[in-house]
């Protein structure tokens, strides 16, 4: 059974520091690139940041630029999001996702979504 499982998430100030992990079984995603997305209440689901498979290239939501970081480790077929000087609006539920291609493509199809993993920042 493919899974990806995403942890890391909590209770953390404004101003704090986090780090998601997303974590990938079943079969190996070192030729898909990835995904973080991110969804408030009462809000539709946004796209955060994504890595290509290799890890060289990213892109990132000019909301989070500066602050979050994507990378991955083929090695152990798992994607993180570090995620640095936190803000209340940066609340809500994180979720990962592998493309269907290896590239950053416009447009993009997933084959895979994780359930989700809580950030919640206190002002």
């Known amino acids: 059974q493919v899974q990806l499982v995403e942890s890391g998430g909590g209770l953390v100030q404004a101003g704090g520091s986090l780090r998601l992990s997303c974590a990938a079984s079943?079969?190996?995603?070192?030729?898909?690139?990835m995904d973080w997305f991110r969804q408030a209440p009462g809000k539709e689901r946004e796209f955060v940041a994504a890595?290509?498979?290799?890890?060289?290239?990213?892109r990132y939501a000019d909301s989070v630029k500066g602050r979050f970081t994507i990378s991955r480790d083929n090695a152990k077929n798992t994607v993180y999001l570090q995620m640095n000087s936190l803000k209340p609006e940066d609340t809500a539920v994180y979720y990962c996702?592998?493309?269907?291609?290896?590239?950053?493509?416009?447009?993009?199809?997933?084959?895979?979504w994780g359930q989700g993993t809580q950030v919640t920042v206190s002002s």
């Open positions: 079943g079969r190996t995603f070192s030729g898909n690139a």
């Open positions: 890595v290509n498979s290799n890890g060289y290239s990213k």
């Open positions: 996702a592998a493309r269907s291609k290896a590239t950053l493509l416009l447009r993009p199809t997933y084959d895979y």
